[in-house]
């Protein structure tokens, strides 16, 4: 998986969305469609656990970089890197967190944290999906017309839940105050994978009722189903699953609260000096 993680990079030329990489390496490595949509837990495929690892692993190892909006790019030895010995990988990356440890105490164990903080961040992520997953349709449908409205919608209502061809609402989404594109969107709390004859079913139901579609789901897109979306000479379809909608909450503040953790450093030099 380091190799094929690595080889994705480079097609992708050097750089790539999280996305990007897990598609490009299901291209690698040749997988079928239902071994790319095995779940691991929750909504997490197994492909997206153990990718998530293993560019944690391949950072530590000096081969990765990431930045704060979820991009992965290859570091300037990475660039000149094509592949690697997993196992070698795994030593030098523990033993590196073991010498932080004894060096430094405490202090490496938020190294290790921000390590493995993307896989660490799937918990809270997979305790929220399940807990969207059992509040009242119609609440979670209320649930993203807010969160419509605060990604810059406007004039966002719920369609009556009768007659609704798959539409479960309606809104505006204006550009720069000058283009303004008429958007219908569905929400629902699917809790697997979600298949392209969804997609097709409700682009049926918004032709001529919209410009482009949004689905939110709680559950995954499989590759066929993101492909549907986007395909050429039809009205395009954005899609956010699970995940995504988990994170687009909790940067907006939408029942999902980020605490501060007080570190307090004790300065021992203060205590000689007295």
């Known amino acids: 998986m380091a190799c094929s993680t690595l080889q994705a990079l480079h097609n992708l030329g050097g750089s790539g969305s999280v996305d990007e990489i897990e598609d490009e390496v299901a291209k690698i490595l040749n997988l079928s469609e239902d071994e790319v949509n095995v779940l691991y837990k929750g909504t997490i495929t197994s492909l997206s656990y153990r990718l998530g690892w293993t560019r944690n692993y391949l950072k530590g190892y000096g081969l990765l970089e990431n930045s704060s909006r979820g991009v992965w790019a290859l570091t300037e030895i990475g660039l000149k890197t094509k592949e690697v010995n997993k196992v070698e990988v795994k030593r030098f990356v523990r033993q590196k967190r073991k010498l932080e440890t004894d060096l430094a105490g405490a202090e490496a164990v938020e190294t290790n944290i921000e390590i493995e903080e993307e896989i660490r961040e799937l918990t809270w992520q997979e305790s929220l ?10 609440a979670f449908e209320r649930l993203c017309q807010r969160f419509l409205r605060e990604l810059g919608f406007q004039n966002v209502e719920v369609t009556q839940r009768s007659n609704d061809g798959g539409i479960d ?7 720069g105050s000058v283009i303004s594109f008429r958007c219908v969107f569905q929400a629902k709390r699917y809790k697997n994978t979600v298949s392209p004859d969804i997609i097709r079913d409700f682009r049926g139901a918004m032709i001529g009722r919209g410009d482009r579609g949004v689905i939110i789901m709680t559950g995954t897109f499989t590759r066929e189903a993101k492909k549907e979306a986007i395909r050429d000479g039809a009205p395009p379809i954005d899609l956010i699953d699970g ?11 939408l029942g999902v609260e980020v605490g501060m953790v007080e570190k307090v450093n004790i300065k021992t030099d203060w205590f000689k000096s007295i």
């Open 129 to 138: 999906i399940e807990l969207l997953k059992k509040i009242d349709p119609i």
């Open 169 to 175: 609402g309606v809104g505006i989404l204006k550009i």
């Open 243 to 253: 995940n995504e909608l988990a994170e687009k909450l909790k940067e907006l503040g």
